[in-house]
């Protein structure tokens, strides 16, 4: 019994190693409750905010997979950019050093419109994560990044959005395992601008495309994929 359990634990311990939590929720976030009209970095987490163009965070309770959280991060609108690599504000990032695992808990400002957070490398020019969501109820999104080290941007691309917590953790053989057991119950692709052009991989020109899949217990992962045949 004793091995067994600490099998367990060596088990647990894979999976969570090397995890980096922001909850919004956490005291260091609710230090900065308001408006957040200058760059601040909490905890590796950087938010870029100006007079006028700010990020907020607020109170706002919800519940998912054994959170409760009790605040949120406001983007208030999509994200500004002085141009492709040089961020204005409304966007926040964080540096990886290769192939992690990312989730994000949020959902948008409205009850019915369905938005877009996005995840970016090289600025806004690499499209790694795209996290499609309404404002109903908060919803989980996670997926595979499979580069090496960068500094990934997180921004909504049109109107509000709102985000209660970012996990990033290494990328192992058990969370493959995990997404193994899943059920696919649609698959999306994208241009890298982030326009959805087909739900069959067949039916693809060559390039470069964002596979999204969407499970059946409701959340999702995105993958850079190419296609170097035509149909």
């Known amino acids: 019994m004793k091995k067994i359990y600490l099998s367990l634990l060596c088990i647990l311990g894979a999976v969570t190693i ?9 005291a260091e976030f609710n230090a900065l409750a308001g408006d957040i009209t200058t760059t601040q970095t909490v905890s590796g987490l950087t938010l870029y905010g100006v ?21 949120r991060l406001k983007f208030n609108g999509s994200g500004k950019w002085d141009d492709e690599t040089t961020v204005a504000s409304r966007v926040i990032s964080f540096a990886v050093d290769g192939a992690k695992k990312i989730t994000v808990y949020g959902m948008t400002s ?45 921004y909504s691309e049109s109107s509000g959005f709102n985000i209660y917590a970012l996990i ?13 057991d899943k059920q696919v119950a649609s698959t999306q692709y994208y241009c890298i ?14 390039g470069i495309y964002i596979k999204k899949e969407t ?17």
Do not use: C
């Not at 090397?18 to 909850?23: D, F, K």
């Not at 601008?193 to 060559?206: E, I, Q, W």
């Open 110 to 154: 409205s009850s019915s419109s369905e938005r877009n957070l996005l995840f970016t490398t090289n600025g806004k020019q690499t499209e790694v994560g795209r996290f499609t969501h309404t404002g109903s109820a908060i919803g989980k999104y996670e997926f595979d990044y499979t580069g090496g080290a960068e500094t990934i941007y997180v």
């Open 193 to 206: 601008n982030g326009v959805m052009v087909s739900t069959s991989f067949a039916a693809l020109p060559k």
């Open 215 to 231: 499970y059946t217990d409701g959340t999702s992962s995105s993958t850079k994929i190419s296609k170097t045949t035509a149909w």
């Open 168 to 180: 990033v953790e290494s990328a192992t053989a058990i969370n493959d395992d995990i997404k193994a």
């Open 51 to 71: 007079s006028g163009s700010a990020l907020t965070i607020d109170e706002n309770g919800k519940e998912i997979d054994g959170y409760t959280f009790t605040h």
């Open 18 to 26: 090397n995890a980096q939590t922001w909850n919004i929720s956490d």
